[in-house]
């Protein structure tokens, strides 16, 4: 985000995916903004600019973009791979993709160690959840929207199971009758 200017106005570029739900996500932030008098411009990039461009910090420096949309989802079910990619600063990969765009706090970094090496589980929670917050209450990630997909199957569909972790189907072990 650029700095205001003499007038004392603050504008910027959002970035996002070129799909229909980011540039809806887009235009609204855009628009919201502009009602109290901040300025945004939405640059929208495809997947291949995505890897190039939305994922690295040097790039994102260099073409002033304020807010990055993107999307991230865990290996499995639990914080450490849901917040260690995105606010742990020894992650961030300067110049090429990287999860984690610019969240360098200490403290931040200090409490993964924390929760990472607690076995009791509600601590372990706990610690996680203070991580989580610390990162919010900074602004440096805002969660915009919550994906949502119907299920759809044949009738024929076999061992059918809904994965927990990602809420689609395992098609690794559906089947179908003849």
């Not at 799909?19 to 887009?26: E, L, Q, V, Y």
């Not at 994102?60 to 973009?65: A, N, S, V, Y």
């Not at 589980?121 to 919010?136: F, G, I, K």
């Amino acid at each position: 985000m650029r700095p205001p200017d003499s007038c004392g106005r603050i504008s910027f570029t959002v970035m996002t995916r070129d799909g229909p739900t980011d540039i809806s996500a887009g235009n609204a932030i855009r628009d919201s903004l502009a009602a109290v008098g901040i300025e945004v411009t939405v640059k929208n990039v495809s997947l291949m600019e995505e890897i190039d461009e939305l994922g690295n910090p040097a790039a994102l420096t260099k073409q002033k973009i304020g807010l990055v949309m993107r999307r991230w989802m865990p290996d499995w079910p639990d914080p450490d791979p849901m917040l260690t990619p995105l606010i742990d600063s020894r992650e961030i990969i300067e110049d090429g993709f990287s999860p984690n765009l610019g969240v360098r706090l200490a403290q931040a970094d200090e409490l993964i160690d924390a929760a990472r090496s607690t076995l009791d589980p509600q601590e372990r929670t706990r610690t996680w959840r203070e991580a989580e917050q610390l990162v919010l209450e900074q602004g440096l990630m805002l969660p915009l929207l919550w994906s949502k997909a119907g299920l759809v199957r044949g009738a024929g569909a076999t061992n059918v199971h809904v994965s927990s972790a990602y809420h689609q189907y395992d098609v690794t072990t559906m089947g179908v009758t003849p």
